[in-house]
């Protein structure tokens, strides 16, 4: 029976060079086995097929943003979930840019616009601290929970989305879609953004995950190879 794999890109198909070889080559067989692969990622459009060409990755479909935008192999858009324009005025007054690293917006296909850009479906502040991050991130999460959903990611940054997605929506909207029932989906991923689609959907976790995530996980595994391997092993049996 058809298995979809859906998996988080940075720190997880993506450890380093050697390992995104061995990843592809184990997804290759997946689906010549008639299965579906699929990368959800926080990375926005522009950065995540700068990876594709850099690497030469196959996959079916890819969710962009953390949820907010899904699109197929072709780049045709299949969902897409833009903040309510009216608070996006707001929440940049509650972020704090004037203490921002370096900040920007994505909107459904582009992946470096301003604030007053209609339409945004991220928008990215990197801060000096973690500490900072997770402030902001906590404030609002709390002030704008009506609206979007803020996610802690590495180097210290926050990434804010609209609340009707997250990678879990995505997953389910795209496998009805597909038609394919969600218990033959299987995930795998890493950070926060991730901890909804991996208790969802038969998820399972890299060793370095944050805590949050390994807590609703199946496993923990070393790779996405590794993963790969075990489900062709059951689907043998």
């Known amino acids: 029976m058809k298995k979809i794999l859906v998996s988080d890109y940075d720190q997880t198909f993506y450890l380093n060079d050697k390992d995104i070889e061995i990843n592809k080559n184990e997804v290759k067989k997946f689906k010549k086995d008639g299965n579906i692969f699929i990368i959800a ?32 192999k072709n780049d045709n858009i299949i969902s897409n979930f833009p903040i309510y324009n ?9 972020i704090c840019l004037e203490e921002s690293l370096n900040n920007f917006c994505c909107s459904e ?17 990197k801060y000096e601290t973690k500490e900072k991050a997770m402030q902001i991130n906590d404030i609002i999460n709390n002030k704008y929970s009506r609206y979007v959903i803020s996610y802690y990611v590495t180097c210290n940054s ?3 989305i609209s609340n009707k997605t997250n990678k879990s929506n ?9 038609n394919i029932d969600t218990s033959n ?4 991923g890493d950070g926060y953004s991730d901890i909804q689609m991996v208790k969802d959907f038969n998820g ?24 790969v ?9």
């Open 41 to 72: 990622t926080g990375r926005s459009f522009f950065d995540f097929k700068n990876k594709v060409h850099a690497y030469n990755i196959d996959y079916d479909y890819v969710i962009l943003n953390h949820g907010a935008t899904t699109l197929d």
């Open 86 to 94: 009216e608070v996006v005025g707001d929440i940049k007054n509650n």
């Open 109 to 125: 296909l582009e992946s470096r616009v301003d604030f007053d850009y209609d339409n945004l479906t991220k928008i990215h502040v």
């Open 158 to 160: 926050i990434e804010i």
């Open 170 to 178: 995505a997953i389910r909207l795209l496998t009805e879609k597909l």
């Open 185 to 188: 989906v299987y995930s795998i």
């Open 204 to 227: 399972y976790c890299m060793k370095d995950s944050v805590n949050e995530l390994k807590q609703v996980a199946v496993s923990e595994v070393e790779s996405v190879s590794e993963l």
């Open 229 to 237: 391997k075990e489900l062709l092993r059951n689907a043998k049996r």
